[in-house]
């Protein structure tokens, strides 16, 4: 797919991601690279005195995720190179409890040539947590293209 014809498809959503277990193998491993072990996190027992009744995932970890979910949504455009330029917005809604599945909603927000051969994608990221009616996180995702 070109660039143009990716800029065709704004205001449109452009796929839905397979599930991702978020099992407590993944939850600490996530802790152990970022060498952030708070016990909500890492320890269960301590962790089911808590509102959330169990461990929970990093929401960065949750936003990690974010790169494999949309590789398995959304076509990726005929580029030489693409760079993550970050986010225009980001919430952490809900929780992802340990075990859950999350899968993210990708929609297109705006696709601009900035300069000749240099593309600039918006995408709307909706990350669902299965069975729950409220979202983990919502963010605008912004990408650098370049043909």
């Not at 796929?15 to 407590?24: A, C």
């Not at 076509?75 to 970050?86: A, C, R």
């Not at 299965?130 to 912004?142: M, N, T």
């Amino acid at each position: 797919m070109q660039l143009a014809d990716v800029a065709a498809k704004v205001g449109q959503d452009i796929g839905t991601s397979e599930w991702i277990t978020v099992d407590q193998a993944r939850i600490d491993a996530f802790a152990e690279t970022t060498e952030d072990d708070q016990f909500i996190h890492v320890n269960p027992e301590m962790a089911k005195m808590t509102p959330f009744g169990g461990t929970i995932a990093h929401g960065f970890l949750t936003l990690s995720l974010m790169s494999k979910m949309m590789a398995t949504a959304v076509e990726k455009p005929q580029v030489t190179m693409s760079v993550n330029y970050g986010f225009n917005k980001l919430r952490f809604l809900n929780p992802v409890k340990s075990g859950k599945r999350i899968r993210g909603h990708f929609k297109l927000l705006e696709m601009v040539e900035k300069r000749p051969g240099q593309w600039q994608q918006t995408v709307e990221v909706t990350v669902e947590i299965e069975g729950e009616d409220k979202p983990c996180l919502i963010a605008e995702w912004i990408f650098q293209h370049f043909a």
